[in-house]
């Protein structure tokens, strides 16, 4: 991580600056200072998972947390170009990944920048959504028939959830390969009530799963 690059940006989203936040980044970009997967690994996920508040006024901190995700959501949005202009074409036939956030699951960022290593990597990765009940989820597989299903999680309060989700996926579904990511199966035994096929630690591993998953 280049950390003057990161504290540059950390001082524009302190300052709730999305402007100069977002015209920063693309500057990087255009002068070619960062890669994408740079802009992922060392600015946005790192600006996110290390927020910290140090006001009493916990509701401050609240809608301070929103603000943030909010203008990393629109750099995300404004550099989709880059993820077309980069992404491979491996295969006329490319496996076919859905990302998707299980219902109660609101914390959607690092499911799209997931989605976005895939599409770098060469995959037909689609993003459902945050918050998608299960019944929909199924309707999304059947419709769509991936190879492989993401399941984002950040709440460790939603694996429950996830699990009955996991359940069902395999009830339905026993050939589509279940992948878990996110901050909540960082806690220990998180997956171990869990079917699934492949557990992601960081976006960094979807380089290994595509050696692995050609």
Known sequence: MNQLLYDRFLTLLEKEDKDQALTYVLD????????????YNDLLTP????FSCQLEDKEICIWKEHARTSIIRTILEATYPYVIQKKSAKSDNPKRVLIVCPQEE???????????????????????????????????????????????????????TTK????????????????????????????????????IQQVDDIADFEQVNK
């Open 28 to 39: 990087l970009l255009e002068n070619k200072t960062i890669s994408l997967t740079e802009l």
């Open 106 to 160: 609101y914390h959607e960022i690092g499911a799209i920048i997931a989605t976005n290593y895939f599409l770098l990597a060469g995959y037909d990765a689609r993003y459902i959504g945050a918050n998608t009940p299960t019944p929909e989820i199924l309707s999304a597989i059947k419709a769509l028939k991936p190879d492989f299903i993401a399941l984002s999680v950040t709440n460790y309060y939603n694996l429950f």
């Open 164 to 199: 009955k989700l996991t359940e069902a996926i395999k009830a339905q579904f026993p050939d589509v390969k279940i992948i878990l990511g996110g901050q909540a199966f960082t806690h220990p035994k998180a997956t171990d009530q869990l079917l699934f096929d492949i557990h």
């Open 47 to 50: 600006s996110l998972t290390n």
